[in-house]
C-alpha cells in the first residue's frame, strides 16, 4: 500500500473539491483544475479533506500515491499558486516580453521566441534579465520554465546562459597553457 496515498490532503481555506466518478475538480481563489484518476483509484471529499482509495494494491499501488499528489498539487494551486523565476546572464543577452510571446536575446542571429501557454503569466524584470513565471497548475510552470531555459542553459566555463534562481552551476576550468 502507498504511504503517502494513504495521507488524506487537506483543502485549503477557500478550496472547494468535487468528486464526479473518476474526474477530481478542485476549486480556488485562483482558478479551476481538474484530473481524471486512473481505474481502480476512488476519491471522496469529507471533513475538509480529500481522500484517495486503491481498490488493488499490487498493479495500482503507484497511481495510488500518484492520484494523491496530483490532488495536493491542484489545492496547492488553486490556492496559493506556483512559480518560477528563471535568471539569464551574458552579455548581451536579455528578455523581453511583447504581448503573449517572450523574445530571448542569447547571441543567437535571431532572438529566441517563446510563446506563453494560455493560463499562465509572465513578468520580465531587472532590464530584462529576471523572467517569472506564475500559474495553477504545477506541470504547466515548471514545463514552460524548462523549455525557456533549453534555449540555451547555463554552460559551466562562464556561467552564461538561464537558470533557475538559486541553482548552482558547478565551474569548470578553462585550457591550461604550459
Do not use: W
Request: aromatic share 6%; with cysteine.
Amino acid at each position: 500500500m502507498s504511504r503517502i496515498g494513504k495521507e488524506p490532503v487537506k483543502l485549503a481555506d477557500g478550496v472547494t473539491a468535487t468528486v464526479n466518478g473518476q474526474v477530481v475538480t478542485v476549486k480556488g481563489k485562483l482558478g479551476e483544475l481538474a484530473y481524471t484518476m486512473h481505474d481502480g483509484i476512488t476519491a471522496k471529499v469529507e471533513d475538509g479533506f480529500v481522500k484517495v482509495a486503491c481498490a488493488d494494491d499490487g498493479a495500482l499501488g503507484n497511481f495510488h500515491g500518484l492520484a494523491r499528489a496530483l490532488i495536493h498539487n491542484m489545492v496547492v494551486g488553486v490556492s496559493a499558486g506556483y512559480t518560477k523565476v528563471l535568471t539569464i546572464e551574458g552579455t548581451g543577452f536579455k528578455a523581453v516580453l511583447k504581448g503573449t510571446e517572450l523574445a530571448l536575446s542569447l547571441g543567437f542571429a535571431s532572438p529566441k521566441i517563446y510563446v506563453i501557454p494560455e493560463g499562465l503569466t509572465c513578468k520580465v524584470e531587472n532590464d530584462g534579465l529576471k523572467v517569472t513565471l506564475t500559474g495553477v497548475d504545477k506541470q504547466a510552470v515548471g514545463e514552460a520554465a524548462a523549455r525557456i531555459r533549453d534555449f540555451y542553459p547555463a554552460e559551466p566555463y562562464k556561467g552564461k546562459g538561464i537558470k533557475y534562481e538559486g541553482e548552482h552551476i558547478r565551474r569548470k576550468q578553462g585550457k591550461k597553457v604550459a
